[in-house]
């Protein structure tokens, strides 16, 4: 669970990479934030790293997302 609630485009989705990062490959990682930005955010770091935008739900002005790590890094593409 990542709590990035009252924090505001892009710090959401940097501290949800950074997380990921630290899973085990497949793993489940829900975030919980309040900026309404972070729906087309979210919708677009999934496509473009090849995480798995699992579930997404809004209550009360906090979304909440369930991301799954893609299974392997891509080939040349490590943290540097």
Request: glycine share 8%.
């Amino acid at each position: 669970m990542l709590d990035v609630q009252g924090l505001t485009c892009p710090l959401p989705v940097l501290k949800a990479n950074k997380a990921l990062r630290a899973l085990p490959a497949g793993a489940r990682l829900t975030v919980l934030a309040t900026d309404a930005a972070s729906v087309a955010d979210f919708q677009a770091f999934c496509r473009e790293t090849g995480h798995a935008l699992v579930s997404f739900s809004e209550s009360d002005g906090v979304y909440s997302y369930t991301l799954r790590k893609r299974d392997a890094e891509p080939a040349g593409k490590g943290e540097g």
